[in-house]
């Protein structure tokens, strides 16, 4: 969402906003970005000129570093403009009053892994994932008409959706590593729609939303 095919600064500016507010709300954050568009398009040009997985795995994580320094820009004072390669400098910038903004971190592992490892490194008590979709469905919306959205759906099911092989750049509302993560860690987590970025301050309060809880308890 934040670099579909460009910076999107609208957005940039939006979550960034979203952030400060939860942090004039005296919550802690720990905020992940993906690679978008611009990863995918790096990832097939490196595929194209013969890049084994592991290569690729790599452009998709420089292209997180973008977004994620973009975000941390939007943030201003309240990020750095160093962002922490690991989650112990995340949690450093946290204990300093900062937002730590992270994008990828070692192939294999999708940025949707890295946050619910963030999630469990920081102790955090809930987990909130923002796609391009609105909520989990029981397939691809984008693809098949008959797709129907969960207001619910448990983390054994959601397994299934998903499948269980992980590409550089794949598709998908959550990849398989990040749903096994959760399945242990248990925490609350979340997944809602771009449309929700300025009311993340009141679901993270116990406010609804049109998302999809994942069960993991």
């Not at 013969?50 to 939007?74: D, F, K, P, Y």
């Not at 999708?110 to 490194?121: F, Y």
Request: aromatic share 2%; proline share 6%.
């Amino acid at each position: 969402m934040l670099c579909p095919e460009w910076p999107d600064l609208e957005t940039l500016r939006e979550a960034a906003e979203s952030v400060r507010e939860l942090v004039r709300r005296r919550h802690e954050v720990l905020v992940v970005v993906g690679g978008g568009g611009t990863a995918r398009r790096y990832i097939e040009a490196g595929g194209r000129l013969g890049g084994s997985e592991t290569v690729l795995h790599e452009l998709g994580i420089r292209a997180t570093h973008l977004n994620a320094l973009l975000l941390a820009l939007a943030l201003g004072e309240l990020s750095e403009p160093s962002l922490p390669p690991t989650f112990h400098e995340a949690i450093q910038m946290i204990l300093r009053g900062k937002v730590p903004v992270m994008g990828g971190t070692v192939p294999g592992h999708t940025t949707d892994a890295v946050a619910a490892m963030g999630a469990r490194a920081t102790n955090s008590s809930l987990l909130i994932y923002v796609t391009d979709v609105d909520g989990i469905y029981t397939s691809d919306p984008k693809l098949d008409p008959q797709a129907r959205k969960l207001d619910r759906v448990k983390v054994e099911e959601l397994l299934k959706i998903v499948g269980s092989r992980v590409t550089p750049g794949m598709r998908t509302v959550l990849d398989p590593v990040a749903v096994k993560l959760l399945q242990r860690l248990r925490i609350r987590t979340v997944v809602v729609g771009k449309a929700e970025i300025p009311r993340i301050p009141l679901i993270v309060e116990g406010q609804g939303h049109g998302g999809t809880e994942i069960l993991t308890g």
